[in-house]
């Protein structure tokens, strides 16, 4: 799996679009971009994944850059209940998957009233 | 739709007690995930399934049993508890073969004294 890099902390104001950045430069042509977020003593939660294309849901939409070295995670409306660590992960699609999810460091964000 | 749970949600045992945590699905997922979080660490994986009557090991499987009782159920047993597995442990579901996209339980917390 291709390595990510994500800053360590954010802040944004609640209500602000919250614009989260993960550098992949190793990223192969068959890994997808997954993010997932951990809401203190919760369980991660899935918010989205996309391989080349920009996506969007009801929860976020994901950027990825044309070369797909990069990709933003963004929150258009940030709530306080969006605080959270949030993981950028890159993975190969497999059929099934015995290896464990790679959640590394990620970035803490704090929404602030 | 619960998703996926998980009981207990707190356990307290004393070293060389026995006890079986419990998870289920309601998804129809057919792969079946149990990762133990320890203090300020990412996911470790314990045991997968990734299709009912299979099981394999994970990342750290030693002093851990599973069984996939059906395509719901997937259940993790400590029989012989020691204080190195106190953490929160997470159970998942996968959604699809070819995706990372993983539905987490909301944890159960273990202390072994």
């Known amino acids: 799996d291709a390595k990510t890099t994500q800053p360590p902390s954010m802040d944004c104001a609640e209500g602000r679009a919250a614009n989260l950045p993960c550098n992949h430069s190793t990223i192969s042509g068959n890994e997808y971009v997954y993010w997932y977020r951990q809401i203190h003593s919760q369980g991660p939660q899935y918010i989205i994944h996309?391989?080349?294309n920009n996506e969007t849901n009801e929860m976020a939409s994901l950027i990825i850059t044309e070369d797909r070295k990069s990709s933003t995670l963004i929150l258009p409306h940030a709530t306080l209940r969006d605080t959270a660590v949030y993981y950028c992960?890159?993975?190969?699609?497999?059929?099934?998957?015995?290896?464990?999810?790679?959640f590394g460091e990620g970035t803490q964000l704090t929404v602030n009233p | 739709n619960a998703g996926v749970t998980q009981t207990p949600k707190f356990q307290v045992l004393k070293t060389g007690q026995s006890m079986t945590l419990q998870c289920a699905q309601d998804m129809n997922h057919n792969s079946m995930y149990w990762y133990r979080q320890d203090p300020g660490m990412g996911l470790r994986l314990i045991y997968y399934s990734a299709s009912e009557g299979t099981t394999d090991k994970g990342e750290v499987p030693n002093g851990y049993n599973v069984s996939r009782l059906n395509k719901r159920e997937f259940s993790l047993r400590l029989e012989s508890a020691a204080p190195s597995q106190t953490s929160v442990y997470f159970c998942?579901?996968?959604?699809?073969?070819?995706?990372?996209?993983?539905?987490f339980g909301p944890g159960t917390r273990l202390l072994v004294l």
């Open positions: 996309g391989l080349k």
């Open positions: 998942a579901s996968r959604l699809a073969a070819y995706q990372e996209t993983q539905y």
């Open positions: 992960i890159v993975r190969v699609a497999e059929e099934t998957s015995g290896s464990r999810l790679t």
